[in-house]
């Protein structure tokens, strides 16, 4: 019986025709970046294990690779109980803490605003389905020093380039506030104490129903009264679209909440400025599972996807975690497992790829100079073997993505069709 050579579940490999259509989008999304003045960096694919775990990253702290100290023997692991104890470092699962602790140790040589690309690999130890993997590409942007809704604006709108760049039309953006959302269960009578365990609860809907949260909500013991007021206004949500004038009715007034509603109202002025109308619609319901979030939060919803492909939000006291001092951030992640699945196929770019098909028993100076040859007039070319049966070798080159070829003892190109 044959040994299983899979990969890894939740792991994936990519074959050549596969991995030049993920870097060709990869490259859209990079254009698109540039050209809105964004610089790419690189982190580490690891980070000390007690960082990651400190960095208030929700469910996904659970879902950590860790890694083993290094020099442990067999009996040494043994004898250690504790996960901490065994383990020093772990597999990064998003690119914003790593973004944070870049940007404190290298603030002294970045602009005062700094718009920064990361576009990695992430992984996350959950239970592989469909669309979830535990190694995926995300393709992030961040803007750090801007306290302001430019940032917010700037970010929705340079990642709706990005999409219609790589023709995934249709795209939604979902966006709240998690200061209105503070609001929100404090005008309902939600204590301090019990305010994540409701969030919590909130962010299920989409999931589990109506119903099921209302049934989720009683069971807190919130109050008397309280889990119906929160029940009232999740169906009002749920009835048709609301704006931010009518949700304001709901709350107590304050000053924080204010600032959300004039900040939300820039962005969604701006945006609709620059991209038209209907693009971005206020959901008061988002909450974004991610506890580093402390102001606008946001999510990209597609009609054919079953779930979000992007969405980030603002997370102004990430950075003062390294730094020693707060410093406003705000950044957009684009889930490009699920674009792979959405984008139409790009058009080709670069050289025409061509198969050069040469005899087994060739001369190596005269086939490679023959390759410099069709190269030097524009072409990038695959050395291809000639066999017996030449369909199959007609059909390998198709498999490659290549639609023309040459013949060692020819001088013209010939299309597959």
Request: glycine content about 10%; charged content about 25%.
């Amino acid at each position: 019986m044959s040994k299983d050579v899979s990969p890894a579940r939740g792991f994936r490999d990519y074959a050549p025709t596969d991995k030049a259509r993920r870097d060709q989008l990869l490259s859209t999304i990079r254009g698109v970046y540039a050209e809105h003045g964004f610089a790419e960096i690189e982190t580490p694919v690891v980070e000390p294990l007690d960082r990651l775990r400190s960095s208030d990253g929700g469910d996904n702290v659970g879902m950590i690779f860790a890694i083993q100290r290094r020099g442990l023997t067999v009996e040494d692991a043994h004898a250690i109980d504790a996960v901490h104890e065994l383990c020093d470092l772990g597999l990064r699962y998003d690119l914003t803490v790593p973004l944070s602790r870049f940007y404190a140790s290298e603030h002294s040589r970045l602009p005062r605003v700094a718009r920064l690309i990361q576009i990695a690999p992430v992984w996350r130890a959950e239970r592989p389905q469909k669309g979830r993997f535990r190694q995926f590409t995300q393709c992030d942007i961040d803007i750090i020093g801007e306290p302001g809704p430019l940032a917010e604006t700037e970010l929705v709108t340079t990642t709706l380039t990005a999409l219609d760049a790589l023709g995934v039309r249709g795209a939604t953006v979902r966006i709240n506030d998690r200061r209105l959302l503070k609001a929100l269960l404090a005008s309902a009578g939600v204590a301090d104490d019990q305010r994540a365990a409701v969030l919590v609860v909130i962010d299920k809907r989409d999931k589990i129903g109506l119903e099921q949260v209302q049934q989720q909500l009683d069971g807190l013991e919130l109050g008397d009264g309280v889990a119906a007021t929160l029940g009232r206004h999740l169906q009002r949500f749920a009835s048709g679209p609301i704006d931010a004038g009518e949700f304001a009715a709901l709350l107590d007034p304050g000053d924080e909440a204010t600032a959300a509603l004039d900040d939300h109202r820039t962005i969604l002025a701006g945006v609709e400025a620059i991209v038209g109308p209907g693009v971005v619609r206020f959901d008061p319901t988002l909450v974004r599972g991610l506890g580093y979030y402390t102001g606008t939060i946001f999510e990209v919803e597609h009609p054919e996807s079953g779930s979000s492909i992007g969405g980030g939000g603002r997370y102004d006291g990430m950075v003062g975690r390294f730094l020693g001092r707060d410093v406003p951030a705000c950044g957009f992640s684009l889930g490009f497992e699920r674009l792979v699945d959405l984008a139409p196929d790009p058009e080709a770019s670069g050289p025409r790829r061509i198969a050069l098909v040469h005899p087994t028993d060739a001369d190596a100076t005269q086939v490679l100079t023959a390759k410099r040859a069709w190269i030097a007039r524009g072409h990038a070319v695959t050395l291809i073997p000639r066999a017996k049966n030449m369909r199959r070798v007609l059909d390998e080159v198709r498999a490659l993505g290549i639609a023309a070829y040459a013949t060692l003892d020819g001088d013209e190109l010939r299309d597959l069709g």
